[in-house]
């Protein structure tokens, strides 16, 4: 039986529609404006990429040899771009021979993985840096402030509550363990009591005098000066810089760049969700529903964005990538091979959720653990995987009920789906009869006619004849 979708058997302008000899046409001038949107958005990403480098030569001509003062701000959560930002303004700093670096904090913590990489950084960096602890600087923030050679407080202002959360739960004792002793190598590194570094990580740490064995502890402004975290109390930048002995200094304020922007935009767990669900959704929609198109080339985009934030964000390697293409390579056999649902698809599935998740969490294949980030992770994925099966589901079903002649030139799992109509021209080539049944239409209001032979007299086939 030759199944031929309704609208498209009797006309012959639909029949070279369907065999591709209009393909290349685009007269509503969609592709052009898509490839000129693309090129917009590489220039604003170069943009975005040199122009801080532009403004630091403009402002480093400015300088008239006068001592350079470098502010970062490190506001809000701690997230991959923070980090970036970081290490590309403390590299900057050191290149226009600033004086001093000060750490404008207040934030109230963030990713572990990323806060080890700003501690390093701190810790690396041969620039005399100055934690300014504006207002607050709890849990990874407070690594920060500890890391840097100095520290000032601003009035009211308070550091510490430093003990790591694994989802809404806090984290098993391996975890505090090792963070315990980042807090404690960190203050020994910087001349300053361990003890009090512990005891913001582990309730379990006593310090006399400043919290009991069950509470975390947090510095304020004069707590911190008691006991040698704080070096002074400023209430404001300007006379931080006065009393450091700078004034009179140039000031340069390092902002986040566009692309650090971006990047801070993409590893955010809900974007990253969105971008996994809208990727596979388009290109495995596309697929079945329409053939390889605009719409796929946008669901490619989503995986490419998402790739490429978790990379500049020091978090994705190429072998995440090659995971990713994997499974997505798996997934398009599933769809244009492989009818049903079967070991490719399977093995694509979890070649793609691996390569995901490594890519979100910075981890290798050895080194995995338990962490905040990773449970993160795992959920993100999970939710943008099941969504996009759940949205592919609802839209083929849609289709089919709505009778758009899209719905019936549909692949792979398409294929196992029954068509509609015969051929009406199976007579002119031959055939000497009807054939048993005529299938009239699809999308739930289909019947099966008795065509030259006599319908069986059967409970399925009377509740399909009506």
């Known amino acids: 039986m030759v199944h031929t979708p309704p609208g498209l058997a ?8 369907a065999s591709g000899k209009y393909g290349k046409r685009d007269p509503s001038g969609f592709l052009p404006r898509l490839r000129i949107l693309g090129i917009a958005l590489i220039a604003l990403v170069l943009a975005g990429s040199i122009m801080p480098a532009v403004v630091g030569a403009v402002q480093d001509a400015g300088n008239d040899g006068q001592d350079l003062v470098v502010v970062i701000p490190i506001q809000g959560a701690i997230e991959p771009g923070i980090g970036h930002f970081l290490q590309r303004s403390l590299d900057e700093a050191e290149a226009d021979g600033a004086a001093a670096v000060i750490l404008d904090i207040n934030t109230p913590g963030g990713r572990l993985d990323t806060v080890l990489e ?16 504006n207002r607050e600087a709890f849990s990874a923030g407070a690594l920060i402030t500890i890391a840097s050679n100095e520290i000032w407080v601003a009035p009211g202002g308070v550091f510490g509550a430093a003990t790591p959360i694994l989802g809404t739960e806090t984290a098993d004792a391996k975890t505090i363990a090792a963070v315990r002793s980042t807090f404690r190598s960190t203050a020994e590194t910087r001349g300053r009591d361990p003890i009090v570094a512990e005891a913001m990580v582990d309730p379990a740490v006593e310090v006399p005098g400043l919290d009991s064995s069950t509470t975390l502890l947090s510095l304020s402004s004069d707590q911190a000066a008691q006991y040698g975290y704080a070096d002074g109390i400023a209430t404001d930048r300007t006379e931080l810089i006065s009393l450091l002995g700078l004034s009179g200094s140039n000031v340069e304020v390092s902002s986040i760049s566009f692309v650090e922007s971006v990047v801070r935009w993409i590893t955010d767990p809900v974007v990253a969700s969105l971008l996994i669900l809208a990727g596979l959704f388009l290109i495995v929609a596309d697929a ?4 390889f198109g605009v719409a796929a080339v946008a669901g490619l985009a989503c995986f490419g964005l998402f790739f490429w934030g978790h990379l500049l964000a020091n978090l994705a390697g190429w072998e995440d990538f090659l995971l990713i293409a994997l499974g997505l390579v798996l997934i398009g056999i599933e769809v244009f091979v492989i009818p049903g649902f079967g070991f490719a698809g399977v093995a694509g599935t979890f070649a793609l959720a691996g390569g995901l998740f490594l890519a979100m969490t910075g981890r ?20 943008g995987l099941v969504g996009s099966i759940v949205a592919i589901l609802t839209f083929g079903w849609f289709l089919s009920r709505s009778g758009n002649p899209a719905s019936t030139t549909r692949r792979g799992v398409g294929r196992l789906t029954l068509q509609t109509t015969v051929d009406s021209d199976r007579s002119d080539r031959g055939l000497q009869k009807r054939p048993g049944w005529i299938v009239r239409s699809l999308g739930g209001g289909g019947a099966l006619e008795p065509g030259g032979e006599t319908m069986p007299e059967t409970d399925q086939h009377k509740t399909y004849s009506g």
């Open 10 to 17: 009797t006309s012959p302008g639909s029949r070279q529609l």
């Open 118 to 133: 700003m501690r390093d950084a701190i810790l690396d960096s041969p620039l005399r840096t100055i934690a300014f602890v």
């Open 288 to 291: 079945l529903f329409a053939g």
């Open 364 to 383: 290798g294949f050895w080194d995995y653990n338990d962490s905040d980030n990773a449970i993160r992770a795992g959920w993100s994925i999970a939710i």
